[in-house]
């Protein structure tokens, strides 16, 4: 078991308990003057979570670790979360998320660790990694939980 993916499963239920303490009312509020409100973060990390399945998910099957991206802002405003309710969101997230989590626990040792020079985690991780250094799967794993907790940390005080 990859240590972090214990706090990744321990998150997604802390966080739900805590996000459904909102009202609908309060979800629709921004975190910050003229940011996502909270339903929008929600919907964001829905994208995120979907998108990097697909990486997580196509990794095992190639050899290099180059992956299409997306515009987050442009998908966020495509999707009208804030018309959804609160309580469907914060449900679909947490359990794509451990749904998620599933398939990090099933990847191969060898997959995961893998070190690889054909990437674009220059352009396509959260904490990027320059494009001439090698970098492994279980990096993007990693990157993809610290997002998540940056923007849980956003809408949770
Ligand atoms: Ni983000």
Redesign the pocket.
């Known amino acids: 078991m990859i240590k972090f993916l214990s706090d990744f499963k321990t998150t997604l239920d802390s966080a739900e308990k805590a996000l459904l303490i909102y009202t609908e009312e309060e979800s629709l509020e921004p975190y910050n003057p003229g940011k996502w409100n909270k339903k929008e ?1 929600i919907s ?2 829905i994208d ?1 979570a979907c998108i990097n399945r697909f990486r997580f998910v196509t990794a095992q099957f190639k050899d290099d670790l180059v992956f299409s991206t997306y515009n ?1 802002t442009d998908w966020v405003k495509a999707q009208a979360a804030s018309e959804q309710s609160w309580k469907f969101l914060v449900s679909f997230w947490k359990n794509y998320n451990h749904h998620l989590y599933h398939l990090l626990s099933s990847i191969p040792d060898e997959i995961v660790n893998r070190t690889v020079s054909k990437h674009n985690y220059d352009f396509i991780c ?1 904490k990027p990694i320059p494009a001439d250094e090698p970098v492994t799967l279980k990096y993007l794993m990693h990157d993809y939980y610290s ?1 998540l907790k ?2 849980l940390s956003q809408i949770l005080t």
Do not use: A, G, N, T
Request: no cysteine.
């Open positions: 973060v964001h990390l995120s987050e959260w997002h940056h923007h």
